[in-house]
């Protein structure tokens, strides 16, 4: 849960000056703290894995319960996820690494935390076909506007997420811009990425390098 | 003695656990190393950390990218199964309304309870920290002191393998030389935020002490400290030891360690207790009741067989109660007979009184110095490595603060492996325009990936007549035991100290250079502080004491009018200090399964 998202601008502690970043109010949640609402987790599931699933097996979407998209719906999310995460020289795209069978996966949930996204995502599915003409009288859908346009809407939709992001079609897209993104960088490709190097076993920790603490200005441990 | 069915119970024992737990598993391994016949009696199914861990496995490979769901309420690969904040057909209930007035609680149904899931942090309470009622005139002194306690913190941290470093401060003690294993190098992070916070606030932050081997115990030397002139428990203290790998610095502790490098009851106590041939372990088996004799002693423990619902009864000499705090207090107040009428030592209303929690909350910011750093590899011993013991005990003591109490801070940085919510955190220190995609979202997730950091504070909490819990009368679970109603009122107190956790979260952020995107809570610590339970370090309900009538259990967790049962779970904790929990849970089940070995050799039991 998180109570910070609609409050008025903060006002400034009483013994530290801090620098705000203006426009600034999401919120960072600590990922791996304590920070776990126990209250988002009390709805009964529909049928899932079960309480006590072979956590060693490897899940494709599909494999657990069936997807939603149609060809149609699943080709524009491919072009969606492109953009969102296109590939470039060192890394893949999101569609490359499977990202839109994620997303169906998610929004086809039978539990009711990604559930509740599903009549986001569709919508805002169909409002992307129905602009389509608007951009250019010959395409019928989004993916067959030129990738300019596609990508133009999608900037104008980005704005309206940074300033709302509860807002739609905005919230739309900072939905989809999070599963899409989220999605990418939990493979190890997207890991990559980021610059995530662990998980790999190793008999030695010796700290960060030294070029890393030469950048902080702090000396090496003993 | 093995894992086994109701069918195959010995007729009568010489104690029987309920619970397998920190509390459960200390109580059975040292009952068992010392020749006493023991049957523990465990809700859960068997679970094996090395066969049923997934070290390696990243998000992509699980349904929903791992995320948490009603039935893996931490997420896929978090080690807890058939366990969570709700169990189906296993309600608890709330008399208060508002999220701050309920308790949230995580219980846990598997082979080891609780320390499979576990963020391995191990901090012995200080001297202090069992005398709040003499030094600050809140909550309870505790019947033992610091100094009672120790030598069984020496070997609880010897037998597990903690590492840590001896820093001699005020309230936080060091241990015996040779007792800590190496603390781990700190990350980028935490080793800024030690310097900053040093230099410009003096505030020390220091290695944390958590329960994983940063090297091999030592097997040779340990076992004869441990089990001085008992040859059979010393050689299976010491083969269990060698089969224990030390850290390979990857994968969370909260997983399950395969590589044993991490503590689990299973692991490092049920498995050479087993070992003794003393111990049986019956899963499945969800306890309802302590039976009582005509005399009024123990007699055995009721419980349901899980696997095909029938009830069954079995005996023993001694009954020790290691369920889990208030499942322990949810025993106690349905072990009613005509003798005690109000559940086992409950003469004098106390049983589920003073529940307390770690009062805790959390701030965090965007660090720019730690932007744009070189790709390498900062898993660590993977999970907190570095806090802030309290600094200022003399100010606590002097009443220069307005709440009595400490807490302490744990950092939560580095490069950690992505999760779904990674590019989140870059929307607010992005310079693009809009929300970051596309090639801007690449550019963002390599400059500003392992930039952020998140300070966590974890305080005492004494007890108060508000944070109860009680049988609810209208509730019944799935096998018709009744359940506990809970009630939940953090004091002016906790608000107060969770105000100065956010002012010192927000100082040393600051210090570290930090972009702020939000404000933290000095002026609202009820949105800042945790829900009760949430930090599962719940204690209380039925607490130790100097006199029969001010307490539950004398300082061995005996109830008084009961001696031959013993709770020795956190139940018996009189406060919260602002130390984690589980080793003192496991140093006071250590001193009570001395003892009860004492008081069964002199026939007093």
Known sequence: MNRSDDQPLPRIPRRVALKWIAGASASLTISGSPNFSPAATKTIPAVGYGRDPDILKQYQPGELWPLTFTDAQRQLVITLCDIIIPADDTSPSASQVGVHDFVDEWISSPYQEQNKDRNLILRGLAWLDEEAPRHDPNAETFVALNPKTRLAICSELAVAAKNDRKEYPGSFFYLLRNLVAGGYFTTPEGMKVVGYAGNTPNPIWNGPPKEVLDKLGLSPQE | MPVISPKETQSTYDAVIVGSGAAGGQVAYTLAMNGVKVLVLEAGRMFDPVRETAMFHTPNMAPLRAAATPDKQYGFYDASIQSGWTIPGEPYTNAGKEELRQFAWWRQRMMGGRTNHWGRVSLRNGPYDFKTRTRQGVGFDWPISYDDLAPWYDKAEMLAGIFGANEGLENSPDSSPGVLLPPPKMRAGELLAKDRAQKKLGISFVPVHRAVLTAPQDADRIPKKIHPGNKKAQRILADNMRTRSPCFHATDCHRGCSIKAAFDSTTVLLNPALESGNLDILPNAMARQVTVDKSGKASGVTYVDKVDNTEHHVAARVVVLGAGS????????????????????????????????????????????????????????????????????????????????????????????????????????????????????????????????????????????????????????????????????????????????????????????????????????????????????????????????????????????????????????????????????????????????????????
């Not at chain 2, 907190?384 to 603060?401: E, H, I, T, V």
């Not at chain 2, 950690?416 to 989140?424: C, G, R």
């Not at chain 2, 250079?513 to 009820?526: Q, S, V």
Request: proline share 6%.
């Open chain 2, 326 to 605: 208030q499942e322990s207090v949810r025993l106690l107040l349905n072990s009613k007979s005509n003798r005690f009428p109000d559940g086992l030592g409950n003469d004098h209303g106390l049983v589920g009184k003073y529940i307390t929690d770690s009062v805790s909350s959390s701030f965090s910011a965007q660090i720019p110095a730690l932007e744009n750093m070189p790709v390498y590899n900062e898993d660590g011993v993977v999970g907190q490595q570095a806090y802030a013991p309290f600094w200022r005990c003399k100010d606590l003591q002097n009443g220069n603060l307005d709440f009595p109490g400490g807490y302490k801070l744990l950092t939560v940085a580095g490069r950690k492996m992505p999760s779904l919510n990674t590019a989140k955190q870059f929307d607010p220190v992005s310079e693009s325009e809009g929300i970051p995609f596309g090639k801007q979202l690449k550019e963002d997730a390599r400059r500003y990936y392992g930039s952020f950091q998140g300070i966590g504070a974890q305080g005492a909490m004494d007890a108060n007549d508000d944070c109860y819990a009680e049988l609810d009368p209208d509730t019944v679970d799935q096998w018709g035991i009744p359940v506990l109603r809970f009630h939940w009122k953090f004091s002016d107190n906790d608000l107060k100290q969770v105000a100065h956790q956010q002012e010192s979260i927000a100082a040393i952020l600051d210090a570290m250079g930090a972009r702020f995107t939000r404000a933290p809570k000095i002026d609202n610590p009820e949105e800042a502080i945790k829900q009760g339970g949430a930090i599962i370090h719940e204690v209380g309900g039925a607490i130790m004491g100097e006199t029969p009538d001010a307490s539950v259990t004398n300082q061995w967790g005996q109830v008084w009018k009961v001696p031959n049962l013993a709770v020795a779970d956190g139940a018996i904790f009189p406060n919260t200090a602002d130390k984690n929990p589980t080793l003192t849970i496991l140093a006071l089940a250590m001193r009570t399964a001395d003892h009860l070995v004492d008081e069964l050799k002199k026939g007093n039991l």
